[in-house]
């Protein structure tokens, strides 16, 4: 199994405070991914990564921005989250390709009073 | 954005009993993966499929590929408890990017 780790893995918040949410893998993949996951929805995508410094928006990227700086971290910001954005996240990162199999983090459970 | 919808979204059976998941688009996709999700864990990819018509077989598990490649069903032979859990679908769309189905929720009674 690929090496990813997430934190925190919990983490509860109130409206209106930034939360950054770290993604860590150790498999020198090229391409990570942020999803949120919610009842009925599956998996959507917030943000990904092709390479270092190179990001862009998936399908819910609305109210979260991302960094990577090395190619082994990938890091996830709510500027200031809001009850909408209380779900799991899962970070993901492949290597072959973008449409390779996903490796997952555990996720982190975010709750927002 | 492809959509994809999987049916049942929820299943309640019995050990040894047969079940199909289905996984739904009106998009061609290049290939369509298969991830089980269990609580507290990330998906885990079972199997890739990428020919239209393909059938792949992992132990009870039979995984089959839309000959127009917009569909996939998940098969499952004599259900075991420790099949329990989230079957998602995700296919891959011309430009490789994956969009995963809502899911299809599991549950196998002893």
């Known amino acids: 199994d690929a090496g990813i780790t997430q934190s925190p893995r919990h983490k509860v918040t109130e409206t209106g405070t930034p939360v950054t949410l770290r993604c860590h893998q150790t498999e020198n993949h090229r391409y990570m991914y942020w999803y949120r996951q919610d009842p009925g929805h599956g998996l959507r995508l917030i943000h990904y990564s092709y390479g270092v410094k190179d990001t862009d928006k998936g399908e819910v990227s609305d109210g979260y921005s991302v960094s990577r700086s090395k190619t082994e971290d990938f890091l996830l910001t709510l500027e200031s989250a809001t009850s909408s954005q209380t779900s799991v996240y899962f970070c993901a990162s492949t290597g072959l390709q973008a449409s390779g199999e996903l490796f997952f983090g555990e996720g982190s459970r975010l709750t927002v009073l | ?110």
């Open chain 2, 1 to 110: 954005t492809q959509l994809l919808e999987q049916s049942p979204q929820f299943l309640s059976i019995q050990e040894g009993e047969n079940l199909t998941v289905y996984c739904n688009s009106s998009s061609v996709f290049s290939s369509l993966q298969w991830y089980r999700q269990e609580p507290g864990e990330g998906p885990v990819l079972l199997v890739t499929v990428v020919t239209g018509g393909e059938v792949k077989k992992l132990k009870r598990l039979t995984f089959q590929f839309g000959d127009a490649r917009k569909d996939s069903s998940l098969h499952i032979t004599a259900a075991q408890p420790g099949d329990t859990g989230l079957y998602l679908c995700a296919g891959a769309d011309a430009g490789n990017m994956l969009t995963f189905g809502g899911g299809t929720r599991l549950m196998v009674k002893p």
